[in-house]
């Protein structure tokens, strides 16, 4: 039998709600059903913590790219309505909080008036297309993406063909010879490839997502041209919309249906439902290790222009920082804005002789380029501030603990570590050098926020999640558990050594002692 989720989408489309948004907030809050508040989320609006009458609404970014009048309208709306503070996320979008109904209707106004849209940023609808954020200036990128992801954004956005599908649906495409969009992760995955007579082709994987059930996406027989991203987006989610699973809501992932049908049963199906046949894949290979993000001062394939990256740990900016970097954007770089999958902002287009009035008028509001290695790529979920899944607060912890290890260790090596503040993994804790997972636990007879302490994620060729190590340290220790870990990783190390070569040659016990015997740990095959 069908869950309730399945009913009340067959009783009324998600994208159909609009006059009512319209009525409940002439009416308020208590007016809504709780089916509508359900169906809202296709409007990218979800009931915040703790359900007494504000919401999270998100708005898409489609590839990360917004020019500086939009990204205005952002900060006024956050000011304005939200409390004085937005979010980057890890697809690039943007989303408020403490949002009420009786303002959605003028918020949806603004956007719209700029041409944003919430439609599809939640609800089981495709979600945001998310790219490389430095396509078209990316001096190595093998395809400039940009116009790939507008045609395919505009195809599935308020497209009521896709508005039942049996869950969320996340694309990534991208023309980075890094492939920093992380198609392992994604339902589908679109990466640029050189074909052996030099063009450019893009191969596809299918059926990647995490949650408390990851999977990496597995790559199809098929290498498609630019012309065919679309159509070949089109027929997987119609393949998912008609065969995926939707009794239950944890099977309904398109990574289900991969895993029971293999890819050759998946490709069958997708050549059948197309009116052409896709080239076979050619060989290439992935970078062994992903690690792409963009931050500080980069030259741009456009001649004497220049990126600069902006790390915004834990994606958390204030109405005063959004509005700023707009001026800073309209000012020097011709309105150009990009946000990143690791919560980031880069501005662009920049002159060799703005570069530093710019980075004078960033460190005024107090942004910066040049941060540690922890700093750059470090990200979080939302957690217990605002997330009614969540059961431990997130950025505040991970900005005590990235401050602690930059202020205790001389590191410079690429590292992510990322934090999530409950098992469905918003925060990408499976994917992260150092992956944290919030847990529960007692101290002197007092329910305790904890971690989990995970180890040795990474995507790329030699893709693995990561290993839970210790379970439940008291949040409060857990960075002085990170400390022991790296010190002994830095006295351990060889030659060309790196993290992930250090976790993968040790057993979990060995790195569990490594991380400190006093920091009030279980040791995970006890727990």
């Known amino acids: 039998m069908a869950n309730k989720v399945e009913q009340l989408k067959k009783e009324k489309d998600g994208l159909d709600l609009f006059p009512d948004i319209l009525r409940y907030s002439k009416l308020g809050y208590e007016s809504i059903p709780s089916d509508d508040l359900a169906r809202m989320r296709w409007f990218g609006i979800y009931e915040q913590k703790p359900r007494n009458g504000h919401f999270m609404m998100r708005v898409k970014i489609p590839g990360g790219a917004i020019n500086s009048n939009q990204w205005r309208t952002l900060g006024e709306i956050s000011r304005d309505f ?49 790219g490389c954020p430095v396509a078209g200036i990316d001096p190595d990128e093998l395809y400039d993406c940009t116009k790939i992801i507008e045609e395919v954004n505009h195809f599935f956005v308020g497209n009521k063909d896709f508005s039942d599908l049996p869950r969320k649906f996340k694309i990534t495409i991208a023309g980075c010879r890094h492939q920093c969009h992380q198609p392992e992760i994604n339902d589908i995955g679109i990466s640029a490839v050189r074909k052996p007579n030099g063009d450019i082709g893009f191969e596809v994987r299918v059926g990647g997502g995490l949650s408390t059930q990851p999977r990496f996406s597995r790559k199809l027989d098929v290498c498609l041209k630019p012309d065919q991203i679309k159509d070949a987006c089109r027929v997987i989610a119609e393949i998912f919309r008609d065969y995926g699973y939707r009794d239950r809501r944890n099977h309904a992932r398109l990574k289900f249906l991969v895993d029971d049908w293999g890819s050759e049963r998946f490709l069958d199906k997708m050549i059948e439902k197309l009116s052409w046949k896709p080239d076979p894949a050619v060989d290439s290979n992935s970078p062994k290790r992903i690690y792409a993000d963009h931050i500080g001062v980069h030259t741009q394939k456009q001649h004497g222009l220049h990126w600069i990256g902006v790390a915004i740990l834990t994606g958390r900016m204030t109405s005063e920082q959004i509005l700023k970097t707009a001026a800073i954007a ?70 005590e603990i990235i401050g602690y290890l930059e202020d205790k260790l001389d590191w410079d090596e690429d590292i992510r570590i990322n ?109």
């Open 82 to 130: 939200g409390g004085g503070i937005a979010d980057i996320t890890t697809r690039q979008n943007v989303q408020f909080h403490w949002i009420t109904i009786e303002v959605i209707p003028e918020i949806i106004h603004r956007l719209n008036s700029v041409g944003i849209t919430t439609l599809g940023a939640c609800g089981d609808i495709p979600r945001n297309i998310a």
């Open 419 to 527: 934090l999530n503040g409950c098992p469905n993994a918003c925060g990408q804790h499976h994917i992260g050098d150092i992956g944290l997972q919030g847990a529960l636990t007692i101290v002197n007879g007092t329910k305790t926020e904890a971690y989990d302490i995970c180890l040795g994620g990474r995507l790329g060729s030699n893709a693995k999640f990561t290993r839970p190590i210790r379970r439940k340290i008291p949040a409060d220790n857990v960075k002085y558990a990170l400390e022991n870990l790296l010190l002994t990783y830095q006295h351990e190390r060889t030659e060309n050594d790196t993290f992930s070569d250090f976790v993968d040659r040790h057993t979990d016990d060995e790195l569990g002692q490594f991380l400190g015997d006093n920091i009030g740990v279980v040791l995970a095959e006890e727990s």
């Open 330 to 399: 309209e000012k020097y770089c011709d309105g150009s804005l990009r946000t990143t999958n690791q919560q980031n902002l880069l501005l662009t287009n920049i002159t060799e002789d703005d570069l530093t009035d710019v980075q004078t008028e960033l460190e005024a509001v107090g942004l910066n380029w040049d941060v540690s290695k922890f700093r750059r790529s470090a990200l979080s979920c939302t957690g217990t501030e605002f997330c009614n899944l969540a059961i431990t607060e997130t950025k505040l912890r991970l900005k």
